[in-house]
C-alpha cells in the first residue's frame, strides 16, 4: 500500500481495541543447521494460490478477534512478516495483506509494519517493493560480520552482502533493525566487541543479539549429540552478554529486553505485543495468536497447521488452517505474564492487568513464591520497584532458573 493509501487507513479511533497481526511466510533459499523456525525449501510455488489463501485466512481471523473481542472496532498497532524469510514473498502478495488488513480492521497512526529479511542480494533487490507496499520497519538477519561466522552458520550470504544490504536497508527504511548470533566456538571478546561495533557503527535502530542455541531436531543438534562442540563456555558467554549491554548501551542502544537494544522509541511494538501479555491474531503455517477475552481472566489461544502443503489444503476447504483452537486457565496466563514480562528490563506490574477485581479466583494461584521472590530480590536478580517486578543484568543471565522457581 503506498505511503499515501496507508495514511487513509490510519483513521484515528481512540475507542477501537488494539492489536497484533503476524503473518508467517514458511519459505527459505536453504535451510540453516541451527534453525528450527517452521522453514521450508522454498520449491515452485502456485503464488496466486497462497495469496488467496493468506487472504483468506486473514479474514476468518478478523471474524474471530471481533467475536472474542466483542467487537468489531479493531486497530491494528503492528503487523510483522516472519519467517521462514519474508524477503523471498512475491512483493504482490504482502501488498495485498496489507490493504486487505486495511478493509479489515483501523491502522493505528504510526502502524508499525515490519519484515524480516535475509540479506541476500537477489533478495534486497525486492525490498523498494516492499516499502511501497507499506512496509515500514526492516529486520535484518546478518547472523555474523565475519565470514568465518557465516560459514559456521551455514549462511547464504556473505559479509559484503550483509554490509550493502544494511547500506541499502537504511536508505530505504526509517526503521531497520539488525539480528546477530553470538556464543560461536571459540569466539572471543575481542572479535565479538568489533563485530557490535561495526553494525551498531551502520547507524540501525535497533539491534537483536542472541546466544547461539542449540535446539532439538536442528543439524547441530545431532552434530552435538554426536561429540561436536558447536557453542562457547557458558562463562564465556555469560561475558559476552555483559558486554553487549556495555557496548549497546554506549552507543545508545540501551538493552529493554534479554537478547534486545535499541534506540529511544525504536523497541519493536510488535514484539512488546507479545512480551505484554497484548492480542495478537495470525495468519500463515505454524503460526499462533492469543486474544484474552475481556473482563474474564480467559484467553483464546490457537495455533495453525504447520506444514504448508497442509495448511494450503485446509485453507482450501475450510477457509482457515486452525489445528487447536482452545481457551486458556486464568492460571496458565498467569504463567506466561512472568514467562514474557520478566524477559522485559522495565518488568512487568505485580498485579497482571488482566485481574478483573470483580472476580474471586483462588489467591494461591495468583502468586509468585513468596520465598524464592524474597531470595532472588535479597540476591539482587530481581527488583521490586513501583508496584513492578523485573529482573536486573545478572537475573536476566539467570531467567530460566529463577522462572522454574518463582512459578514452581
Ligand atoms: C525467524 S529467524 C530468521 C529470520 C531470517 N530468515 C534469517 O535467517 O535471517 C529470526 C532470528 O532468530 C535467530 N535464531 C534462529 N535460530 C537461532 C538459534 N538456534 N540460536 C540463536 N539464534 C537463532 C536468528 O538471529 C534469526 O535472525
Ligand atoms: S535461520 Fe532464517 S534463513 Fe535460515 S532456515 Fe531459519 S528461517 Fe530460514
Known amino acids: 500500500m503506498p505511503a499515501s493509501r496507508l495514511e487513509s487507513a490510519c483513521a484515528p479511533n481512540a475507542a477501537a481495541v488494539p492489536l497484533s497481526l503476524y503473518i508467517h511466510w514458511p519459505f527459505c533459499v536453504s535451510k540453516c543447521p541451527y534453525c528450527d523456525f517452521n522453514s521450508h525449501i522454498a520449491g515452485e510455488l502456485d503464488e496466486a494460490a497462497w495469496?488467496?489463501?493468506?487472504?483468506?485466512?486473514?479474514?476468518?481471523?478478523?471474524?474471530?478477534?471481533?467475536?472474542?473481542?466483542?467487537?468489531?472496532?479493531?486497530?491494528?498497532?503492528?503487523?510483522?512478516?516472519?519467517?521462514?524469510?519474508?524477503?523471498?514473498?512475491?512483493?504482490?502478495?504482502?501488498?495485498?495483506?496489507?490493504?486487505?488488513?486495511?478493509?479489515?480492521?483501523?491502522?493505528?497512526?504510526?502502524?508499525?509494519?515490519?519484515?524480516e529479511a535475509n540479506p541476500n542480494s537477489a533478495e534486497m533487490k525486492q525490498m523498494e517493493s516492499f516499502h511501497s507496499a507499506g512496509i515500514n520497519r526492516l529486520s535484518l538477519g546478518i547472523q555474523s560480520l565475519h565470514n568465518e561466522g557465516l560459514a559456521f552458520l551455514g549462511r547464504a550470504h556473505s559479509v559484503d552482502e550483509a554490509c550493502n544490504a544494511?547500506?541499502?536497508?537504511?536508505?530505504?527504511?526509517?526503521?531497520?533493525?539488525?539480528?546477530?548470533?553470538?556464543?560461536?566456538?571459540?569466539?572471543?571478546?575481542?572479535?565479538?566487541?568489533?563485530?557490535?561495533?561495526?553494525?551498531?557503527?551502520?547507524?540501525?535502530?535497533?539491534?537483536?543479539?542472541?546466544?547461539?542455541?542449540?535446539?532439538?531436531?536442528?543439524?547441530?543438534?545431532?552434530?552435538?549429540?554426536?561429540?561436536?562442540?558447536?557453542?562457547?563456555?557458558?562463562?564465556?558467554?555469560?561475558?559476552?552478554?555483559?558486554?553487549?549491554?556495555?557496548?549497546?548501551?554506549?552507543?545508545?542502544?540501551?538493552?529493554?529486553?534479554?537478547?534486545?537494544?535499541?534506540?529511544?522509541?525504536?523497541?519493536?511494538?510488535?514484539?512488546?505485543?507479545?512480551?505484554?501479555?497484548?492480542?495478537?491474531?495470525?495468519?500463515?503455517?505454524?503460526?499462533?495468536?492469543?486474544?484474552?477475552?475481556?473482563?474474564?481472566?480467559?484467553?483464546?489461544?490457537?495455533?495453525?497447521?504447520?506444514?504448508?502443503?497442509?495448511?494450503?489444503n485446509d485453507v482450501a476447504s475450510n477457509g482457515h488452517a486452525i489445528e487447536e483452537d482452545r481457551i486458556e486457565a486464568a492460571c496458565d496466563m498467569y504463567e506466561e505474564y512472568w514467562m514474557m514480562g520478566l524477559r522485559l528490563v522495565k518488568g512487568m506490574p505485580l498485579t497482571p492487568p488482566f485481574f478483573a477485581p470483580d472476580i474471586a479466583l483462588p489467591g494461591s494461584v495468583f502468586c509468585l513464591d513468596a520465598e524464592w521472590q524474597a531470595r532472588f530480590c535479597k540476591e539482587g536478580w530481581l527488583i521490586e520497584e513501583g508496584g513492578c517486578l523485573k529482573a536486573s543484568l545478572q537475573g536476566r543471565m539467570r531467567l530460566d532458573y529463577m522462572l522454574g522457581k518463582l512459578l514452581g
Open 51 to 115: 495469496l488467496r489463501s493468506m487472504c483468506a485466512e486473514l479474514e476468518h481471523m478478523a471474524r474471530i478477534a471481533a467475536e472474542t473481542l466483542s467487537t468489531d472496532k479493531l486497530r491494528l498497532e503492528t503487523i510483522f512478516f516472519g519467517g521462514g524469510t519474508p524477503s523471498l514473498m512475491p512483493p504482490k502478495i504482502v501488498s495485498a495483506l496489507i490493504d486487505k488488513a486495511a478493509t479489515l480492521f483501523s491502522f493505528a497512526n504510526n502502524i508499525e509494519i515490519t519484515a
Open 166 to 312: 544494511l547500506e541499502q536497508a537504511l536508505t530505504l527504511f526509517d526503521r531497520v533493525s539488525a539480528d546477530l548470533i553470538y556464543g560461536l566456538p571459540e569466539q572471543t571478546a575481542a572479535e565479538w566487541q568489533q563485530q557490535l561495533t561495526q553494525i551498531i557503527g551502520f547507524g540501525i535502530q535497533h539491534l537483536s543479539a542472541y546466544q547461539l542455541t542449540i535446539e532439538p531436531g536442528t543439524i547441530f543438534h545431532s552434530r552435538t549429540r554426536a561429540g561436536a562442540i558447536l557453542t562457547a563456555e557458558p562463562d564465556h558467554v555469560a561475558d559476552l552478554y555483559e558486554l553487549t549491554e556495555d557496548i549497546a548501551a554506549a552507543a545508545g542502544l540501551p538493552a529493554y529486553e534479554v537478547s534486545n537494544y535499541a534506540a529511544a522509541n525504536n523497541q519493536a511494538r510488535h514484539n512488546l505485543t507479545y512480551w505484554q501479555s497484548g492480542n495478537w491474531i495470525a495468519v500463515g503455517p505454524g503460526a499462533h495468536g492469543r486474544i484474552t477475552y475481556p473482563h474474564q481472566q480467559k484467553r483464546r489461544h490457537f495455533r495453525l497447521r504447520r506444514s504448508p502443503g497442509g495448511w494450503l
